[in-house]
């Protein structure tokens, strides 16, 4: 066999050595761990009005640090960013019923966290180009129960937050941007998050940074700044307390970040623009190997904006590739390209929305009268969400590994080895 013929079809693999996993935790988180675990106060929230209802010192150390390195006015730490997003749904003041629109290519938190508050996600479709909300179907999908727009930074690149803010504006709507996948991207030199009502990021594991689980919640707004510590902490208890007179949403959880986690997150914060950074040279270096290749569209990061790389995504053109997306896969796999993945979860078609069974067995909130309207969750609602994910689009999974400059390399000589012999997939 030739050193030419596609692994897929017996030939040589061009990548035969597993990818490094990407690891950004090292002595410091460890010695700032260690650290707190020698004083024995793992978490100091208290969940009544007390001076511990806003956390032991190394979570309001990792708050400050926070608004400083984001350029925020407020940030409150989460155990996760879904709690985030719970948090901030709750604290922009939904009432059951109203309607909130979100993207279909998110992780599925973004909606649920709408769902949770007992008000109606309503999927608005994406734009090509950065595979965020596209503020044209988000105009469209307004109605007179509309009361915010759930925006997420997909992928690294930051969702067109002006066109947002500017519809918001006209309707009077809230913002709210789970930016769980672009910390550290920016926006006309603002860091993406802060720009909306209120934003945030994920610290889980397969993040930029991460704390093991956790989250950090961004806003500019005092009042929100307020309702998010108190529904991070028990809130229906610390009213009374705290003489906080607008009871709506005013019910708490625990949704507290621990010491441990956040002494480490104050070092992974150090350490986020140095990553960014990486990811950064990492995926140009790809994209200038890739270039060229015809029927390929690597990222595209528009004017003003950078992009953090959680995913590289990539666009096919099947038609004039004259070879379905599966079978480029499947070579490409063969070929050791591993974490590369066929489409993104479009939400709307998940089964919760498909049957509208959430909470109970009834149908509850679609089938009760909150619900002002019957909001469709039909394929066919995002129609260019759901061709990308059904035809066209691919990407890799960049996030996961730690890759060098021969890695890299490697990938493009698998990519240009696929292409050259695309004919030879045409089944
Ligand atoms: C990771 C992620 C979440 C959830 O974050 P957790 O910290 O795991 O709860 C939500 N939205 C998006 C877009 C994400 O990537």
């Not at 806003?54 to 730490?77: L, N």
């Not at 480490?264 to 140095?274: A, F, R, V, Y």
């Not at 709307?348 to 619900?371: E, N, R």
């Not at 960049?398 to 060098?404: F, K, Q, S, T, V």
Request: aromatic share 8%; hydrophobic share 40%; glycine share 8%.
């Amino acid at each position: 066999m030739s050193t030419e013929t596609l692994a897929l079809h017996g030939g040589p693999k061009t990548i035969t050595r597993p990818f490094k996993r990407y690891n950004p935790i090292g002595k410091e988180e460890v010695d700032a761990a260690k650290a707190v675990v020698e004083t024995g106060v793992l978490s100091k929230f208290l969940g009544c009005w007390d001076p511990d209802f806003y956390g032991g010192p190394k979570v309001q150390e990792f708050e400050r640090a926070c608004e400083k390195a984001f350029g925020v006015k407020h940030v409150v730490t989460v155990n996760s960013w879904t709690s985030g997003l719970i948090s901030a749904v709750g604290a922009i003041g939904i009432e059951p019923g109203d309607e909130v629109i979100v993207t279909p290519w998110t992780m599925s938190a973004s909606a649920t966290a709408i769902l949770h508050w007992n008000a109606i996600p309503v999927f608005a479709d994406i734009e090509l180009e950065t595979f965020n909300l596209d503020p044209k179907s988000v105009e469209a999908n307004i109605t007179p129960y509309t009361k915010a727009i759930m925006a997420v930074d997909i992928f690294g690149h930051s969702c067109d937050i002006d066109a947002l803010m500017e519809i918001a504006r006209r309707y009077n709507l809230k913002v709210i941007t789970d930016t769980a996948q672009s910390p550290g991207a920016l926006y006309k030199a603002q860091v993406t998050g802060t720009l909306a009502h209120v934003g945030g990021y994920s610290l889980n594991y397969h993040k930029h940074i991460h704390t093991g689980e956790g989250g950090i919640l961004v806003t500019n707004d005092d009042e929100i700044f307020e309702r998010l510590q108190l529904i991070r902490n028990h809130a229906e208890a610390v009213v009374a307390g705290k003489g906080v007179s607008n009871l709506s949403n005013m019910v708490g959880y625990n949704f507290r970040l621990g010491e441990i986690e956040a002494a480490i997150g104050l070092e992974q914060l150090n350490k986020l623009n140095g990553l960014v950074k990486d990811r950064q040279r990492t995926a140009e270096r790809l994209t200038e190997g890739l270039k060229g290749l015809p029927g390929l569209r690597t990222p595209i990061v528009k004017p003003d904006c950078t992009h953090a790389y959680y995913v590289y995504p990539m666009i096919l053109d099947v038609d004039s590739l004259g070879v379905p997306r599966d079978r480029i896969y499947s070579a490409l796999d063969a070929e050791g390209v591993t974490g590369l993945v066929m489409g993104c979860a479009n939400i709307h078609l998940l089964p919760m929305y498909q049957q509208k069974i959430a909470y109970g067995s009834s149908g509850f909130p679609w089938s009760s009268d909150i619900c002002h309207r019957d909001v469709s969750y039909a394929k066919g609602i995002c129609p260019v969400a759901e061709e990308l994910h059904d035809k066209t689009f691919l990407d890799f999974g960049i996030c996961a590994y730690h890759l060098d400059d021969d890695d890299v390399d490697l990938i493009v000589s698998a990519f240009r080895k696929v292409w050259r012999n695309m004919k030879t997939l045409v089944s």
